[in-house]
């Protein structure tokens, strides 16, 4: 299953390190073109999940212990998994998530929100890729 975790997480790393690819590779625009349409809805569910994920990894913190320099790796892993997927969820998923609330200082929180994180989504992207490639690594070789 952390699989498909490393794969959602390189994929949103794509999405969000787009220019940055797109500019080293401009063959690549076609494929990421393909998974544009649909970058809002995998930031939105992206937001959910890294809660989700946050507050596993808040409340599975005795795997660290568990299971002595690995766990530990895992642990760090997990945690940075979970944050990336907050944070690019949110840059990319902020239109559809304004779709559903109807707030109006919810939506100035989220612009504000955005605005800082904005000037991070490539080196998030690229870091998201990296924590995905390592988590899928881990996977195959040590669970």
Avoid: R
């Amino acid at each position: 299953m952390a699989l498909s975790f490393g794969a959602w997480l390189i994929v949103l790393g794509i999405l969000g390190a787009s220019s940055l690819i797109i500019a080293k590779k401009p063959n690549a625009k076609e494929l990421i073109a393909k998974l544009a349409p649909y970058q809002g809805w995998i930031g939105a569910l992206s937001v959910f999940y890294g809660f989700f994920e946050l507050f596993s990894c808040i409340t599975g913190m005795g795997v660290m212990a568990v299971h002595p320099p690995f766990g530990l790796i895992y642990w760090l892993l997990f945690l940075a998994s979970s944050l990336l997927q907050l944070s690019l969820g949110l840059i990319l998923g902020v239109g559809v998530m304004k779709t559903f609330i109807k707030n109006e200082q919810a939506h100035q929180k989220m612009d504000q929100t955005l605005a800082k994180l904005s000037p991070f989504q490539g080196v998030l992207g690229l870091a998201a890729i990296g924590v995905g490639v390592a988590y899928t690594i881990f996977d195959i070789l040590f669970l």
